[in-house]
């Protein structure tokens, strides 16, 4: 990790000990009014026990909401994150399930040791020098055959591959749906099918949501 990611890290995990409160008061309810969101996490899910497996990690998990919704799918789910208080305030919610302090860029999971990840919007604010580190691991921990579903903001058109935004916690990017999904396809992750949601008019941001759900090559490639 070159010194302006490890910077970026550290400013994305106190800008979420100072938020997560806040954070976890905001969206701890949030699938219940997400239709699409809660389809393509079914959809996630049952990828992933078609694998005959069922270990996911939700990594940059903030408050645990997600990670819950997944080990009440069936998945045998625990959530990493940066931010310790995003953890403690996860463990207290959901003690029956594990949570971890952790970086997405350098777990301490083994090689293949997953059936699935999940990344929903734990990527902002990695800085692009900083995304292909992380979707190397992404890689590296799950095991052949499977998948990762990862969420972000798209950017305003494809010729744009990034751009950054204002983000209240810390600096954040968007990608453009196509230039995120070759940088998956380079790190060996295919894509598999891809969510597009349009902005509400009443959403705060004007953003299109991408949920793009990739597989590991059952080979192992
Ligand atoms: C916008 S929140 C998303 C939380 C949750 N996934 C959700 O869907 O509501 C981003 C979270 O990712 C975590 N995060 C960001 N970069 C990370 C990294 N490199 N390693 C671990 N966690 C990270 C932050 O601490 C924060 O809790």
Same mark, same amino acid.
């Given at each position: 990790m070159v010194d302006h990611d490890a910077d970026a890290l550290r400013a994305t995990r106190e800008g979420y000990d100072a938020a997560a409160s806040t954070y976890a008061d905001l969206f701890r309810d949030t699938l219940r009014d997400r239709p699409l969101d809660r389809a393509i996490?079914?959809?996630?899910? %049952?990828?992933?026990? *078609?694998?005959?497996?069922?270990r996911v990690a939700d990594l940059g998990c903030g408050p645990g909401h997600v990670t819950?919704?997944?080990?009440?799918l069936g998945l045998d789910a625990f959530g990493v994150d940066a931010s310790p208080a995003m953890i403690a305030l996860a463990r207290e919610a959901h003690p %029956?399930?594990?949570?971890?302090?952790g970086s997405m860029?350098?777990?301490?999971?083994?090689?293949?040791?997953?059936?699935?990840v999940l990344s929903r919007w734990s990527v902002i604010h990695t800085p692009p020098s900083g995304l292909p580190a992380i979707l190397?691991?992404?890689h590296r921990v799950l095991a052949p055959g499977g998948h990762l579903l990862i969420a972000f903001s798209a950017t305003d058109?494809? *010729?744009?591959?990034?751009? *950054?935004?204002?983000?209240?916690?810390?600096?954040?990017?968007?990608?453009?749906?196509?230039?995120?999904?070759a940088l998956l396809r380079?790190?060996?992750l295919a894509e598999v099918a891809r969510l597009v949601r349009e902005p509400e008019p009443t959403d705060r941001r004007q953003f299109q949501e991408v949920h793009l759900l990739a597989r590991k090559a059952p080979d192992g490639a």
């Open positions: 996490l079914g959809a996630f899910a %049952e990828a992933v026990r *078609s694998g005959g497996g069922g819950a919704h997944l080990a009440g %029956e399930l594990r949570f971890d302090v860029a350098a777990s301490d999971l083994a090689d293949g040791e997953l059936d699935g190397a691991e992404f058109g494809p *010729s744009r591959p990034t751009q *950054s935004f204002d983000h209240s916690v810390a600096t954040a990017y968007r990608w453009s749906p196509d230039h995120l999904a380079e790190s060996g």
